[in-house]
């Protein structure tokens, strides 16, 4: 196919919500719509300190928040412009619940797409939040036609810093005290990687 059609397509494609998304499944985990069986695991973590403490909400988390952003979830599909979609993280084998991906395409250029995670406390440190990340790069940039992925965190997340720079995240900022949260000036750093670098790195 000529560069240009391909480009044409890839654009395309981009702008249109994955309505027929069911799963994305590594040797371990699964990246699946969320449930409203999900809903007392997905309070519990979120309700953790330690879980919220680099996040936008407060713990404890309210159950009742919790129902309507699964019901959203249920009502949404991944890759709408402008939209935030959480992909619940399960394990393949029990099916349990241990975290969640998010990702928003640019309302305005849906080739460009922001992520982030949270993993529960208790599932934390065994890479599940690593092999989870290159797998929902892998469906953004190659079924999905993304060309540039970005995220950011604070500096003091370390283990989230592992994350990102183990999946070949570039950091290309530091932004001094750019966001006000839980009463306090906080820094972000801004990680990106591209298509051809993803796509030069990944088999």
């Given at each position: 196919?000529?560069?240009?059609?391909?480009?044409?397509?890839?654009r395309?494609?981009?702008?249109?919500?994955?309505e027929?998304?069911t799963?994305l499944?590594t040797a371990?985990?699964?990246?699946r719509?969320f449930?409203l069986?999900?809903?007392d695991?997905?309070v519990?973590?979120?309700?953790s300190?330690?879980v919220?403490?680099?996040?936008?909400?407060?713990?404890?988390?309210?159950?009742?928040g919790?129902?309507?952003?699964?019901?959203?979830m249920?009502?949404?599909?991944?890759?709408?412009a402008?939209?935030?979609?959480?992909?619940?993280?399960v394990?393949?084998v029990?099916?349990?619940?241990i975290?969640?991906y998010?990702?928003?395409?640019g309302?305005?250029?849906?080739l460009?797409?922001?992520i982030?995670f949270?993993?529960?406390p208790?599932?934390q440190?065994?890479?599940?939040a690593?092999?989870?990340?290159?797998?929902?790069?892998?469906?953004?940039?190659?079924?999905r036609g993304?060309h540039?992925?970005?995220?950011s965190?604070?500096?003091r997340?370390?283990a989230?810093?592992?994350?990102?720079e183990?999946?070949?995240?570039?950091?290309?900022?530091h932004?001094?005290?750019?966001?006000?949260?839980k009463?306090?000036?906080?820094?972000?750093l801004?990680y990106?990687?591209?298509?051809?670098?993803?796509?030069?790195a990944?088999?």
């Open positions: 196919m000529p560069t240009a059609k391909r480009g044409r397509r890839q395309s494609e981009a702008m249109m919500p994955d027929g998304f799963d499944v371990r985990l699964r990246l719509r449930q069986g999900d809903l695991a997905f519990a973590y979120r309700s300190a330690e919220a403490r680099y996040q936008s909400w407060d713990a404890p988390y309210p159950r009742a919790g129902e309507q952003l699964i019901r959203e249920t009502a949404q599909s991944p890759d709408t402008g939209e935030w979609f959480q992909f619940a993280l394990l393949r029990t099916g349990e619940l975290g969640d998010a990702a928003r395409p309302a305005d250029d849906p460009q797409t922001e982030g949270t993993i529960a208790a599932h440190g065994r890479g599940y690593t092999e989870a990340g290159y797998r929902l790069l892998d469906y953004l940039f190659r079924a993304k540039r992925v970005t995220a965190c604070d500096p997340n370390v989230s810093i592992g994350v990102l183990h999946l070949g995240m570039r950091r290309e900022g932004l001094r005290e750019s966001t006000w949260a009463a306090e000036w906080t820094d972000d801004l990106a990687v591209l298509d051809r670098e993803w796509l030069s990944s088999p």
